[in-house]
């Protein structure tokens, strides 16, 4: 019913802020309230939050990844990484943050040592995985992947502008 769908959206961003809260909490990062209106007053972040469909799931567990690797708990990550990609059509964003992190290891292991010192890319390779068993475990296989092909290559890459409008929302 609409009205649980309402509901249910306004407890996922809920939680969604509450996650975010607990985060900067937990890395100590100052001024976290005001940091939290801050990312509220964004305007695609509003939208994001209030879609009515899992952008609001995809974020909490976009955050709780970005934690898992950061604080280099893989196992954990790699979980959350078949979950986001079984809810989330834009999963390769994980792939993504992996390698954003790992690359932020990278230059700061390099800068302590005074020498470049590459990290284990144990977080990265372990976010691919847990992308190609999601793929693989998603309930719609082996259909998802004609539209994962779809979504990424003739839409995202390839573009369709004059036929299919995207990103307008």
């Given at each position: 019913?609409?009205?649980?769908?309402?509901?249910?959206?306004?407890?996922?961003?809920?939680?969604?802020?509450?996650?975010?809260?607990?985060?900067?909490?937990?890395?100590?990062?100052?001024?976290?309230?005001?940091?939290?209106?801050?990312?509220?007053?964004?305007?695609?972040?509003?939208?994001?939050?209030?879609?009515?469909?899992?952008?609001?799931?995809?974020?909490?567990?976009?955050?709780?990844?970005?934690?898992?690797?950061?604080?280099?708990?893989?196992?954990?990550?790699?979980?959350?990484?078949?979950?986001?990609?079984?809810?989330?059509?834009?999963?390769?964003?994980?792939?993504?943050?992996?390698?954003?992190?790992?690359?932020?290891?990278?230059?700061?292991?390099?800068?302590?040592?005074?020498?470049?010192?590459?990290?284990?890319?144990?977080?990265?390779?372990?976010?691919?995985?847990?992308?190609?068993?999601?793929?693989?475990?998603?309930?719609?296989?082996?259909?998802?992947?004609?539209?994962?092909?779809?979504?990424?290559?003739?839409?995202?890459?390839?573009?369709?502008?004059?036929t299919i409008e995207v990103g307008a929302e």
């Amino acid at each position: 019913s609409i009205i649980g769908v309402k509901v249910a959206q306004v407890v996922l961003a809920t939680v969604f802020t509450v996650v975010c809260y607990l985060v900067l909490k937990r890395w100590r990062i100052p001024y976290a309230a005001p940091v939290l209106v801050l990312l509220y007053s964004a305007y695609p972040m509003l939208v994001r939050v209030n879609l009515v469909k899992a952008s609001a799931i995809a974020l909490i567990l976009f955050v709780i990844l970005l934690v898992t690797l950061v604080e280099r708990r893989y196992a954990t990550a790699g979980v959350i990484t078949v979950v986001y990609t079984m809810t989330h059509g834009g999963f390769f964003l994980a792939a993504l943050l992996a390698a954003v992190v790992w690359c932020a290891e990278w230059v700061v292991r390099s800068v302590q040592q005074q020498r470049i010192t590459w990290p284990k890319p144990t977080g990265l390779v372990t976010v691919v995985l847990g992308m190609a068993i999601g793929v693989l475990l998603n309930p719609y296989f082996p259909a998802n992947i004609s539209f994962l092909w779809a979504q990424f290559f003739q839409i995202g890459v390839v573009n369709y502008s004059d036929t299919i409008e995207v990103g307008a929302e």
